[in-house]
């Protein structure tokens, strides 16, 4: 099992450059969900789908953020126009649905760096 | 979201048994307790969950107060490796798997 696979592991840019996120979820994995990571905020959820279709997209902080899931093993995120304020390490997961909770597998997540 | 509260911080010596814990006073009948780990430069890491009662892995143990108020997480024997953030999280087991990740624990690991 290879796991999640989030790539760039880094991107750096600068401010209003377009940036793509990528991943690759576990094979069989229903759920995605994509996280963002700063020291101010923590750990916050961005947005998740279920079966590829957008489900809660409450946490995404601005129209500049979306995401896609174009079918079961690839989802983006793009951010457009990019800002310094975006600098973050970004991380994807993807959980499996059963009748209890199952776990959340993360990737390495990509470290963000807008200049 | 139910809340939980950790300690911002805790050590532990190398090989002792290292005992976490999680106060959660308005759990709902339907959270399950989770626990994650997120060694430094990685995501976040299962660790084990439970709902009612103790559970047992590999990696931990888990013990879950009769009233669910509260839970420990248990790691036997801690190594090097174990040193990291610590996150206590209640998911509703009707839901989507939706995780609030508090702040958790940083656990250092005295060799």
């Known amino acids: 099992d290879a796991g999640v696979i989030q790539s760039p592991r880094h991107e750096v840019t600068e401010m209003g450059q377009e940036v793509t996120l990528r991943c690759k979820p576990i094979?069989?994995?229903?759920?995605l969900f994509w996280y963002r990571q700063t020291m101010m905020r923590g750990l916050e959820l961005l947005i998740y789908?279920?079966?590829?279709?957008?489900?809660?997209d409450s946490g995404m902080p601005e129209d500049r953020f979306s995401a896609k899931m174009p079918n079961a093993s690839f989802s983006t995120l793009k951010i457009q126009p990019s800002e310094p304020r975006d600098s973050a390490v970004y991380f994807c997961?993807?959980?499996?649905?059963?009748?209890?909770?199952?776990?959340?597998?993360f990737g390495d997540g990509t470290r963000l760096s807008i200049l | 979201d139910a809340k939980t509260t950790q300690p911002n911080s805790m050590e532990s010596n190398e090989e002792e048994p290292v005992h976490l814990p999680c106060n959660h006073s308005?759990?709902?009948?339907?959270?399950?307790i989770h626990w994650y780990r997120q060694l430094p430069s990685q995501g976040p890491e299962y660790v084990i969950h439970?709902?009612?009662s103790n559970v047992n892995n590999r990696m931990a143990s888990l013990a879950i107060a009769e009233d669910r108020k509260s839970s420990t997480l248990i790691l036997h024997r801690a190594t090097l490796r174990d040193a990291a953030v610590y996150y206590c999280?209640?998911?509703?087991?009707?839901?989507?798997?939706?995780?609030?990740f508090g702040t958790g624990t940083r656990l250092t690991v005295i060799p």
């Open positions: 997961a993807s959980s499996w649905t059963a009748a209890e909770n199952q776990p959340q597998h």
């Open positions: 094979s069989g994995h229903d759920y």
């Open positions: 789908f279920n079966n590829n279709v957008p489900i809660d």
């Open positions: 308005t759990i709902s009948g339907t959270d399950y």
């Open positions: 439970g709902l009612t």
């Open positions: 999280i209640l998911g509703d087991q009707t839901g989507a798997n939706n995780l609030f």
